[in-house]
């Protein structure tokens, strides 16, 4: 099997030559970049399997950066991890609502990153190939990673597909945020709970010109819950 392949967008070369002799201990096939301009040029030669990011970067922002591989319609499906000193909530709030997968605050240790890259790899490799589940007019189906809403195919990330396609499956129960992070995401797994708010509020967003947005509730002080059914 071929190993997977990382491109590594960091200005800093010590930190760049780090991680990137780490990862290749543990398999992986590492591209550098040093700026966005340079970032950009590895994707359009080769889209990597996955990306770390780091936020402050010479000639625009990683977060600049994650945005624009988020719009593309060949890149969007690319996980990206962002790297970053920057530690308040606010902050990674804002890396993930801008399309980022994960955070990772800088200092971390090599162990806790491959721990997280193999994590987000895991989820982005999408689920096995079950028959197509469907809520109303809402279809999901695993083995060609597809969702359509009244026929219309709906783009959704990794994550998104992810989370959608355990709703769908596990309809009218209540998961806490914790129960999510397991189930979707994954046991030992360095998320935080706040991921899931963010994850669900993407999830909606692209269900929601059709209305199937309303299938995602909120039972408050519990979780979230899918249902075809309004209370």
């Known amino acids: 099997m071929a ?5 590594i967008v960091e200005d800093e070369k010590p930190i760049r030559d780090m991680i990137a002799f780490g990862l290749r201990r543990a398999g992986f096939d ?10 950009r040029a590895r994707v359009a030669d080769r889209f990597p399997d996955i ?40 902050d990674k709030v804002r890396g993930l609502e801008g399309g980022a997968d994960d955070y990772v605050t800088k200092p971390f240790s090599p162990r806790e990153l491959l721990a997280r890259i193999n994590a987000v790899l895991r989820r982005s490799n999408g689920g096995s190939p ?33 989370l959608l396609n355990f709703f769908m499956t596990h309809p009218e129960r209540v998961y806490s945020r914790s129960q999510l992070l397991d189930r979707v995401w994954g046991g030992n797994v360095y998320v935080e709970e706040r991921t899931v708010d963010v994850h669900i509020r993407r999830l909606r967003k692209a269900l929601e010109s059709h209305g199937y947005d309303r299938f995602i509730q909120t039972v408050r002080g519990a979780g979230y819950r899918f249902s075809t059914q309004t209370d």
């Open 30 to 39: 590492v591209l550098e970049a040093e700026d966005c301009a340079t970032a």
């Open 3 to 7: 190993s997977k392949q990382i491109l």
């Open 130 to 162: 079950d028959e197509a589940v469907t809520a109303d007019g809402l279809v999901l189906d695993p083995a060609s990673h597809r969702v359509r809403a009244d026929g219309e195919e709906i783009s959704l990330g990794p994550t998104e597909f992810r």
């Open 51 to 90: 990306m770390l990011v780091d936020w402050m970067l010479p000639d625009s922002s990683g977060l600049e950066l994650t945005r624009w591989m988020k719009r593309g319609e060949d890149t969007r499906e690319v996980p990206i991890i962002m790297l970053t000193a920057r530690a308040e909530e606010e």
